[in-house]
């Protein structure tokens, strides 16, 4: 007899292989099932598209007929291999030139000019550690979702004076009470510790419990940043879990804009207090920047060789080869649209204020008929060394899937040391975003994990080596920077795609069909030297701020 799962009743287990979360979810949910459900495997590693290994891991965690299951797989299947001259396949470009079995050469890792450690492609890219045990993205992923101690709170809303702040704890231990492990907790403000202390509690295993945290508030915290974070070491003395909640006040989160001396401007001048002007050659900006225009495209030349170009409209990233197998051909391509058509532009003044208003038609790479309008708004406030911008991206008769969507720039190669306060140090994405945790960070792009998108980006500074640059300003963004070959490419997101695993979709798609206008906003600060505002000079400039190698 079959439940109304269709499974045996006569198994001893049930060993479903690679259900979706709604699959899994649902067998949770079947009453008629009676034995252990433990998944074969429920969430596979290919290249780094890991989609949803958390939201299925709380499914798991939610249903005491699951008793778990297994990630594909451990370690990539690879070799290290001299090219000596040979051609070497990107699986990244296209996916389905390497056949199995096949003699020819994978270049899935790089070592040297001469060394690759191959994987064949997709037949054995798939393990959360490279071949030669070096952890991947997935692999940190991994440890923080299989955590035996959880804090689901990310951000808690604090008043002024002394106070006890709960958070919820679930011990997910099977028999360990959390009177065993150790917790400490960090008060940092503007990134500088104001208190810190051990924290106690008693939760019996597979239970949930309050962490109690005693914190004294000060009208600091509607200027500045207040994070707390915790470090969990086990009865071992091993570091298990490490988490951050971001403190706000009753008022709601910090405007970095309106703190650095003025709110974004996001909308046009009022007409009746401007006055059209002629099309600058150049402005002013700051005190030794200058913005010129050429070819109906700007730059910003900050010192003798630092230069932001643009603009240009981002609908993509490298895909992985989970991407490549699922969405197949369907992906816009290459990331960043560069051929347009300039429909209008015009310039208005305001006393110290420039407006310069464009539209553009950006065509698709390789489909001139497929279009998306750019409708770009600056203010440019020179005494200041501010660009207030504001944008619309309208998509016009398109099709297929973007898997990033906002505004983009290009940068010199030597604008290439990012700082930043907004969820790091590692790259996020929907449905893989368990390791990115809010706090102020520093990359450059021989870090690892230097190139992706982050979240929840208040400011991100990107200069030289003597801090000449600029800084972006906004409100909880996905800010986006990437080396590509001699430049550096940055990235305003409006929209970001999942990941998808191997065999599914992920789970967040950008049919760009189905976008009808996406806008967004944000401030460019031109950055001199050590001449910064006093804000960003407090958290960047007078002292190191952590970098991802530390």
């Given at each position: ?51 949803g ?32 001259g ?14 199995f ?6 270049g ?261 008929s ?26 016009l008769?398109?099709k ?12 010199s ?6 700082k930043w ?28 994990y ?14 030289d ?6 800084g ?66 407090e958290?960047?400039v ?9």
């Open positions: 007899m079959k439940n109304l799962a269709g499974l045996p009743s006569e198994l001893d287990i049930y060993a479903p292989h690679y259900r979706t979360a709604k699959e899994m979810m649902a067998l949770g949910e079947e009453e008629t099932l009676d034995k252990p459900i433990i998944h074969t495997e429920y969430n596979h590693a290919l290249d780094i598209a890991f989609d290994l958390d939201e299925k891991w709380e499914i798991i965690q939610k249903y005491p007929q699951m008793a778990g299951g297994m990630i594909w797989v451990w370690s990539d299947q690879g070799l290290y291999r001299k090219v000596n040979r051609e070497v396949i990107d699986s990244y470009v296209d996916i389905n030139t390497l056949q079995p096949s003699k020819s050469l994978s899935d890792v790089w070592i040297d000019e001469n060394t690759i450690m191959d994987s064949h492609g997709q037949y054995g890219t798939d393990g959360i550690v490279y071949a030669n045990r070096v952890p991947q993205l997935d692999y940190w992923q991994a440890r923080k979702v299989y955590s035996p101690v959880k804090i689901p709170e990310t951000e808690k809303t604090v008043k002024l004076g002394k106070q006890n702040l709960e958070l919820t704890c679930l011990n997910r231990y099977d028999f360990i009470d959390l009177k065993e492990v150790s917790i400490k907790w960090v008060l940092k403000i503007a990134d500088k510790i104001a208190a810190q202390a051990q924290a106690s509690l008693q939760v019996a295993p597979h239970d949930t419990g309050q962490l109690i945290i005693p914190l004294s508030i000060t009208k600091k915290i509607e200027q500045a940043e207040h994070l707390l974070s915790m470090v969990v070491t086990d009865h071992n003395g091993r570091q298990i879990y490490e988490h951050v909640v971001h403190l706000v006040p009753e008022s709601g989160p910090m405007d970095y804009a309106a703190l650095l001396g003025a709110s974004l401007r996001k909308t046009k001048m009022d007409e009746s207090q401007v006055s059209p002007s002629p099309f600058p050659q150049a402005i002013e900006i700051g005190k030794r920047a200058k913005m010129t225009f050429k070819d109906d495209r700007f730059s910003i030349q900050i010192a003798s060789n630092a230069t932001v170009q643009g603009p240009f409209v981002r609908v993509g990233r490298k895909p992985t080869m989970a991407e490549r197998r699922t969405l197949k051909n369907q992906l816009w391509e290459p990331p960043l649209l560069c051929q347009f058509q300039v429909l209008k532009k015009d310039c208005y003044r305001s006393g110290a204020e420039i407006m310069l208003n464009y539209e553009y038609d950006f065509s698709r790479s390789d489909t001139s497929q279009k998306i309008k750019l409708q770009l708004r600056m203010v440019v406030i020179d005494k200041q060394g501010w660009i207030d911008v504001a944008y619309d991206l309208t998509p008769g398109c297929d899937y973007v898997q990033e969507f906002g505004l983009a720039f290009t940068l190669e030597n604008l290439s040391h990012v306060l907004g969820d790091g140090f590692y790259p996020a994405y929907p449905f893989k975003s368990e390791l990115a945790v809010r706090g102020f960070y520093s990359m450059e792009p021989q870090d690892r230097f190139s992706g998108n982050r979240m929840n980006v208040d400011f991100a500074l990107i200069t080596a003597k801090n000449n640059g600029i972006i300003v906004g409100n909880s963004e996905n800010i986006c920077w990437e080396k590509d070959q001699s430049r550096i490419v940055l990235s305003h997101n409006l929209k970001v795609a999942g990941l998808g695993t191997k065999g599914e979709l992920p789970r967040l798609l950008i049919p760009i069909q189905e976008i009808d206008k996406a806008s967004g906003s944000f401030r460019i600060i031109v950055l001199e030297g050590n001449n910064y505002p006093k804000l960003l000079s958290f960047f007078e002292r190191n701020t952590p970098s991802a190698s530390d």
